[in-house]
Protein backbone atom coordinates (compact mmCIF):
# COMPACT_ATOMS: atom_id res chain seq x y z
CA UNK A 1 0.00 0.00 0.00
CA UNK A 2 1.19 3.46 -0.67
CA UNK A 3 -0.02 6.71 0.23
CA UNK A 4 -0.28 7.53 -3.52
CA UNK A 5 -2.80 5.13 -3.80
CA UNK A 6 -5.38 6.59 -0.74
CA UNK A 7 -3.53 3.11 1.03
CA UNK A 8 -5.90 0.74 -1.07
CA UNK A 9 -4.78 -2.36 -0.47
CA UNK A 10 -3.80 -4.36 -3.50
CA UNK A 11 -1.65 -7.84 -4.72
CA UNK A 12 1.48 -6.85 -6.70
CA UNK A 13 4.49 -9.47 -7.42
CA UNK A 14 8.03 -7.44 -7.31
CA UNK A 15 11.46 -8.80 -7.99
CA UNK A 16 13.15 -8.92 -4.09
CA UNK A 17 15.89 -6.55 -5.34
CA UNK A 18 12.94 -4.02 -6.07
CA UNK A 19 11.99 -4.30 -2.00
CA UNK A 20 13.89 -2.80 0.87
CA UNK A 21 14.32 -5.90 2.46
CA UNK A 22 17.16 -8.88 2.70
CA UNK A 23 15.18 -12.37 3.21
CA UNK A 24 17.54 -15.63 3.18
CA UNK A 25 16.21 -19.47 4.17
CA UNK A 26 17.99 -20.73 6.62
CA UNK A 27 16.89 -23.89 6.96
CA UNK A 28 14.00 -23.32 9.89
CA UNK A 29 14.05 -20.01 10.02
CA UNK A 30 13.51 -16.93 7.78
CA UNK A 31 16.33 -14.13 8.19
CA UNK A 32 15.36 -10.59 7.57
CA UNK A 33 17.12 -7.27 7.77
CA UNK A 34 15.40 -4.33 6.36
CA UNK A 35 17.95 -2.18 3.85
CA UNK A 36 18.41 1.11 4.34
CA UNK A 37 18.08 3.00 1.32
CA UNK A 38 19.19 6.09 0.47
CA UNK A 39 21.69 6.28 3.31
CA UNK A 40 21.47 10.55 2.97
CA UNK A 41 17.84 10.43 4.13
CA UNK A 42 18.21 9.26 6.92
CA UNK A 43 17.73 10.83 10.66
CA UNK A 44 20.47 9.99 13.48
CA UNK A 45 19.78 7.05 15.12
CA UNK A 46 21.57 4.33 17.23
CA UNK A 47 23.45 1.31 15.86
CA UNK A 48 21.18 -0.81 13.86
CA UNK A 49 19.41 -3.34 14.97
CA UNK A 50 20.29 -7.20 13.77
CA UNK A 51 18.13 -9.23 11.56
CA UNK A 52 15.26 -11.04 12.80
CA UNK A 53 15.13 -15.24 12.71
CA UNK A 54 11.66 -15.84 12.46
CA UNK A 55 10.14 -19.29 12.74
CA UNK A 56 7.29 -20.76 11.06
CA UNK A 57 4.00 -18.77 11.78
CA UNK A 58 6.06 -15.74 13.23
CA UNK A 59 5.91 -12.87 11.52
CA UNK A 60 7.73 -9.18 12.08
CA UNK A 61 7.23 -5.74 11.44
CA UNK A 62 10.34 -3.58 10.65
CA UNK A 63 9.38 0.38 10.74
CA UNK A 64 12.62 2.70 9.28
CA UNK A 65 12.07 6.49 8.53
CA UNK A 66 13.52 9.14 6.36
CA UNK A 67 14.20 12.82 5.63
CA UNK A 68 14.85 15.03 3.17
CA UNK A 69 15.87 18.87 1.91
CA UNK A 70 16.07 20.08 -1.39
CA UNK A 71 19.68 20.28 -2.87
CA UNK A 72 19.72 23.86 -1.96
CA UNK A 73 18.23 23.48 1.58
CA UNK A 74 15.45 26.50 0.42
CA UNK A 75 12.28 23.98 0.25
CA UNK A 76 10.60 22.34 2.56
CA UNK A 77 11.83 18.87 4.54
CA UNK A 78 9.82 15.60 3.42
CA UNK A 79 9.45 12.50 5.15
CA UNK A 80 8.60 8.99 4.54
CA UNK A 81 8.02 5.54 6.54
CA UNK A 82 8.69 2.71 5.60
CA UNK A 83 6.68 -0.42 7.14
CA UNK A 84 7.32 -4.36 6.24
CA UNK A 85 5.68 -6.92 7.21
CA UNK A 86 6.68 -10.13 6.62
CA UNK A 87 5.38 -13.65 7.41
CA UNK A 88 6.85 -16.74 7.24
CA UNK A 89 5.53 -19.86 6.65
CA UNK A 90 1.56 -20.66 6.54
CA UNK A 91 -0.23 -17.99 8.47
CA UNK A 92 -3.85 -16.84 8.76
CA UNK A 93 -5.38 -14.50 6.46
CA UNK A 94 -5.65 -12.13 8.65
CA UNK A 95 -2.27 -12.41 10.30
CA UNK A 96 -0.99 -8.55 9.97
CA UNK A 97 -4.02 -7.30 12.10
CA UNK A 98 -2.82 -9.20 15.05
CA UNK A 99 0.59 -7.74 17.03
CA UNK A 100 3.99 -9.04 15.83
CA UNK A 101 5.46 -11.02 16.89
CA UNK A 102 8.42 -8.80 16.64
CA UNK A 103 8.42 -5.21 16.33
CA UNK A 104 11.27 -3.54 14.99
CA UNK A 105 11.57 0.21 15.47
CA UNK A 106 14.30 2.12 13.74
CA UNK A 107 12.53 5.15 13.64
CA UNK A 108 14.70 8.07 14.09
CA UNK A 109 14.03 12.08 15.05
CA UNK A 110 12.88 14.55 11.85
CA UNK A 111 13.37 17.69 13.62
Do not use: K
Amino acid sequence: MSERDGFEPHESERDLRQVGLSLRDEGDRLRVLARVEPLFGLPPRPRRPPAVRLVPGQWVRWQLNYRFSSAAGIRDWSYWLDTFNVAYGPVDPNVFLSDPTVLVNECGPVR
